[in-house]
């Protein structure tokens, strides 16, 4: 695996810390007026030329958030967020659209670079203008292995690659922002339909304010000719993000997603409340992979992002599947429960979830499986490791409702503790109402033992090489499940998550 | 090839006491030779084992041990590895979810990557792990297994002599590699070891019996007990102890 000493190399040349993505990009932002109230709103559907119905959307939204209170059953701890204190909108200048080159700016360009983006990719990326050159000879260059990416700069999206060529196929992917304006229909009668409006105190917040995001629409019986992408990256200071993501795949259609995350080092917190709706018809399957590694703080757990994040797929369809595949192993706080809502009879919904926790980070995180048509199945596979003086609790809902005959669901939970000062919690819920479902649930704890260790390192690893090697091992059931482009990266992220958690 | 000189050592404890549990011991292994240290359960054969290994726990307390000029007291127990050091384990660990393959491919590159090597490649590490697999009649399925997990006694010791057949160590240390296995076992583990029989290697053979030490015939034969060497002698040695036991050496200390 040398894909994963070079990561871990690069992590070791970065002398600030040991965090890989946690440089900041000099490049002046535009920022929406700081608080929020409503014409914090109207700022921000103005500056997307948003229809009347859109604001109307937003509006509403920000009048029940404002009656809402935050929750607080979590098992995280954190200093009350000032919500008037933050920007809502922070945008590169000039940054939607580039004619050539040349006029991107050479630190946007170097940000991907950074981001492990290919220049190649990042060119096309970032030269929209030129895309029918480009995607030609993308074409020509590679038919397979082709990955389309949607990148998120703060609020805005960048750009979106390889756009003529999913278009081809019929499958729309691109900022939400553009969506509303192209595919209004679609846009109107989907938003808010899995995650309703008032969900909860942060999927209303992000509603209010949401200024980017990805939308992809799959028609019936396509199968994405490529994997969907999308880099989410926070940059300005003292602003939040709250991106919004929308997929739908319509009857028989497949689509697989992969979603990755970063943010610079700062001393202050940086809120992340984001809202992602995926909903499968008929027969339709969607894969959404996530690699989360947001800035976590230093290890006196000072700055971070607080990552409040709420996701959710119906499998509205007869037959339809959902799957949730998660390495997280960034921000300071973690407040996330993908759930698929099981409706459509005989449909299928898996959560694979890898979630490190070092240094001072907490996360309360999870799954959800509602079962509600006949015969339908559900996985949950949690690996949850725990290092430095962190806390990770595992927290999850199974329910069988009276008509789901024949449900059935599997959970595994391990978690892994490496040290002696941070912990390890599961919360599992489990409720049925019909005797005509089975639901098994398995939980184990382990420490990392200091005779494995000692085994690997005899045989030639170093200390971290071993930790990796062996916290590797753990989470290869889940690891099994990724996408091939983020395996790699995903084994890297965990040995440079915990290096220096042994010892 | 191997020097240790007047080695003694404390297990570490609470509040800084110590257990002691050599008291100076004195060992010379020379390349080409095959030594075996005998002795009762507690004699600190183990200890010794670890110690070359460089286990943590232990406190040196007087003494040295050096491995080709260097003094292993200095050296992390992956440098003191990638310098060819191989300790057989007496109780393998288990690692789940990590394929033997994978861990002896990650092991061997490490290896070679800290000697200035250049990393094996995919083809020519299959190659090597087929030879080494047939010679301990190990197949293809338990290779793509997780080390150790689910293996029985016999399963784990041919595994550990595998990775010795695999990373070509300098020295090879094995601590008490005969126990729980049966006869047929014994001798596959024992060829296996025999092949790495050479005058560039050394070894260091752990054992309270005198079965594998048929096969493996060692050069010299030391005798173990209380913490000291109490005797060192030829193959014959080994016989003698196997007909009158250890008693002559309890109690006696140092």
Redesign the interface.
Known sequence: ??AIKETIEDVRRLEADKYKYGFTTEIEQEFGPKGLNEETIRFISGKKNEPRWMLDWRLDAYRRWTRMAEPNWAKVDYPPIDYQGLHYYAAPKNASKYKNLGEVPQELLDTYKKLGIPRKEAEVLLGLEGAGQSAAEARTEALSGQVAVDAVFDSVSVATTFKEELAKAGVIFMPISEAIHEHPELVRKYLGAVVPVTDNFFATLNSAVFSDGSFVYVPKGVRCPMELSTYFRINAAGAGQFERTLIIADEGSYVSYLEGCTAPMRDENQLHAAVVELLAFDDAEIKYSTVQNWWPGDVEGKGGVYNFVTKRANCHGRNSKVSWTQVETGSAITWKYPSCVLKGDNSRGEFYSIAVTNGRQQADTGSKMIHLGRNTKSRIISKGISAGRSDQTYRGLVSVHGKAEGARNFTQCDSLLIGDTCGAHTVPYVETRTPKAVLEHEASTSRL????L??????????E?AVA??V??????VLQELPMEFAVEAQALLGVSLEGSVG | MLVIDNLQVCVKMEEGKGRHILKGVSLEVPAGQVHAIMGPNGCGKSTLSYLLSGREGYEIIGGSMMFEGQDLAGMEPEDRAAAGMFLSFQYPVEIPGVPILTFVKEALNAQRRARGEDETSTPQFMKLAREAAAQLDITHEMLKRPVNVDFSGGEKKRMEIFQALMLQPKFLILDETDSGLDIDALKMVAEGVNTLRGKERGMLVITHYQRLLDYLKPDVVHVMAAGCIRETGGPELALKLEEAGYDKYAGGGA
């Not at chain 1, 033992?449 to 494995?452: A, D, K, N, V, Y």
């Not at chain 1, 000692?454 to 200390?463: I, K, V």
Request: aromatic share 12%; proline share 4%.
């Open positions: 695996m040398p033992s200091e005779e494995q000692f085994y690997a390192r005899q045989r030639g690893l170093d200390e090489s090697l062996l590797n091992g753990f989470c290869r059931e």
